[in-house]
C-alpha cells in the first residue's frame, strides 16, 4: 500500500496544532529539526512541512494528497480546492483595521482608499461584492505598520487576539471572514489514497467529538429521576444504573461543552447530587 501524502506548515502554531491532532488519532511521526517529510511508523502516511502559502499548490498539482491548512489560505490562494472537514483549531478572522483616530467604521469606509493587505484576492472579493474601489498594496508580513508609514489608510489582516494591532495604534472595524485549520485534498488523490484519508479522517472526528464533550454522572434520588432525565441529552439515551443504597440511581450521559454549565445548573437545581465530570479522549458514534 502507498502512503497517504499529507502536508502541514513547516512551524509555528499551526505546525503543533496539525502534529498534535495527528498523535491524538495514533499517528506517531519521527520528525527531526529541519525535516522537509517524515513517515509515520505505524499508518501508511508521509508528512510534507511546507510553507502554508505554498500547500495550495502542491495540493493542485497532486504532490500532496491531503493537507492540514488555515481556511483563510485556501481562500486566498486555493479557492479551487475543496476540504472535507473543519479541525476546530486555530481559529482566526481576516480583517480590516485602521488607525484608531480614523473616521472608518467598514469596508465600505474605505472606498477609494488605501488598503495594504496579504490577502488581496479575499479584499478584491469583498469589495467586488460591495461594488467597492480600493488601491491594494500587497504586502508580505508586517502589514500592521503600512497607516503609520503612510503607505495604507488600513489593512486587511489575519487576527487572533487583537494585541498586535493594539500594539500598532489600530483598531478592528470589519471581519470579512472567520476561519479555522481544516483537511483540504488534492483533486489528484488515488482511490487507494482516498481510502486512507477516510481511515484519517474518522479518526479526526472521533477525537473532535471528544473535545467538544464532557461525560458526566450523577447521584439521583429515584423520586426526580425523570425530571432529572428530561434534562439530559445524550448519545442515544442516558444510562441509569442502581445504587446499593435504596431509592438512588446512578445516571452517566455525555453533555456537550457549550451547554454543558446551565445543564448543570439545572440538574442540581432539580436534586442530582454528587455530580462528576471527565473529559473524553475519544467518542466513535
Same mark, same amino acid.
Given at each position: 500500500?502507498?502512503?497517504?501524502?499529507?502536508?502541514?506548515?513547516?512551524?509555528?502554531?499551526?505546525?503543533?496544532?496539525?502534529?498534535?491532532?495527528?498523535?491524538?488519532?495514533?499517528?506517531?511521526?519521527?520528525?527531526?529539526?529541519?525535516?522537509?517529510?517524515?513517515?509515520?511508523?505505524?499508518?501508511?502516511?508521509?508528512?510534507?512541512?511546507?510553507?502554508?502559502?505554498?500547500?495550495?499548490?502542491?495540493?493542485?498539482?497532486?504532490?500532496?494528497?491531503?493537507?492540514?491548512?488555515?481556511?483563510?489560505?485556501?481562500?486566498?490562494?486555493?479557492?479551487?480546492?475543496?476540504?472535507?472537514?473543519?479541525?476546530?483549531?486555530?481559529?482566526?478572522?481576516?480583517?480590516?483595521?485602521?488607525?484608531?483616530?480614523?473616521?472608518?467604521? /467598514?469596508?465600505?469606509? +474605505?472606498?477609494?482608499?488605501?488598503?495594504?493587505? %496579504?490577502?488581496?484576492? &479575499? $479584499?478584491?472579493?469583498?469589495? !467586488?461584492?460591495?461594488?467597492?474601489?480600493?488601491?491594494?498594496?500587497?504586502?508580505?508580513?508586517?502589514?500592521?505598520?503600512?497607516?503609520?508609514?503612510?503607505?495604507?489608510d488600513?489593512?486587511?489582516?489575519?487576527?487572533?487576539?487583537?494585541?498586535?494591532?493594539?500594539?500598532?495604534?489600530?483598531?478592528?472595524?470589519?471581519?470579512?471572514?472567520?476561519?479555522?485549520?481544516?483537511?483540504?485534498?488534492?483533486?489528484?488523490?488515488?482511490?487507494?489514497?482516498?481510502?486512507?484519508?477516510?481511515?484519517?479522517?474518522?479518526?479526526?472526528?472521533?477525537?473532535?467529538?471528544?473535545?467538544?464533550?464532557?461525560?458526566?454522572?450523577?447521584?439521583?434520588?429515584?423520586?426526580?429521576?425523570?425530571?432529572?432525565?428530561?434534562?439530559l441529552?445524550?448519545?442515544? /439515551?442516558?444510562?441509569? +444504573?442502581?445504587?446499593?443504597?435504596?431509592?438512588? %440511581?446512578?445516571?452517566? &450521559? $455525555?453533555?456537550?461543552?457549550? !451547554?454543558?454549565?446551565?445543564?448543570?445548573?439545572?440538574?442540581?437545581?432539580?436534586?442530582?447530587?454528587?455530580i462528576?465530570?471527565?473529559?473524553?479522549?475519544?467518542?466513535?458514534?
Amino acid at each position: 500500500m502507498s502512503n497517504l501524502r499529507i502536508a502541514v506548515q513547516k512551524s509555528g502554531r499551526l505546525n503543533e496544532d496539525s502534529m498534535n491532532i495527528l498523535k491524538d488519532i495514533g499517528i506517531s511521526i519521527d520528525n527531526g529539526k529541519d525535516q522537509l517529510k517524515a513517515a509515520a511508523r505505524n499508518f501508511p502516511v508521509e508528512v510534507f512541512y511546507l510553507r502554508n502559502g505554498d500547500i495550495p499548490q502542491y495540493l493542485r498539482d497532486g504532490v500532496v494528497d491531503a493537507a492540514i491548512i488555515g481556511e483563510n489560505v485556501l481562500i486566498e490562494k486555493g479557492n479551487d480546492l475543496n476540504f472535507v472537514e473543519r479541525l476546530g483549531f486555530s481559529k482566526c478572522k481576516v480583517s480590516i483595521a485602521v488607525p484608531k483616530e480614523s473616521k472608518a467604521n /467598514s469596508l465600505k469606509d +474605505l472606498d477609494g482608499k488605501r488598503i495594504a493587505t %496579504s490577502y488581496p484576492e &479575499t $479584499v478584491k472579493k469583498y469589495l !467586488k461584492e460591495y461594488n467597492l474601489d480600493a488601491q491594494l498594496h500587497i504586502i508580505n508580513g508586517s502589514v500592521e505598520i503600512a497607516p503609520n508609514i503612510g503607505l495604507a489608510d488600513g489593512i486587511c489582516d489575519i487576527v487572533s487576539s487583537g494585541s498586535t494591532l493594539f500594539k500598532n495604534g489600530l483598531k478592528e472595524i470589519e471581519v470579512l471572514l472567520k476561519s479555522e485549520a481544516v483537511l483540504a485534498v488534492s483533486p489528484k488523490i488515488s482511490k487507494e489514497r482516498q481510502a486512507i484519508l477516510q481511515k484519517i479522517q474518522f479518526r479526526i472526528q472521533s477525537v473532535l467529538k471528544g473535545r467538544d464533550s464532557k461525560y458526566v454522572l450523577l447521584n439521583a434520588p429515584n423520586e426526580k429521576l425523570e425530571g432529572i432525565l428530561k434534562l439530559l441529552p445524550g448519545m442515544r /439515551s442516558p444510562t441509569v +444504573l442502581p445504587l446499593a443504597e435504596k431509592g438512588w %440511581s446512578s445516571v452517566h &450521559t $455525555v453533555i456537550s461543552k457549550n !451547554k454543558f454549565w446551565d445543564i448543570i445548573e439545572d440538574l442540581k437545581a432539580n436534586g442530582a447530587e454528587g455530580i462528576l465530570v471527565c473529559p473524553i479522549e475519544k467518542m466513535v458514534l
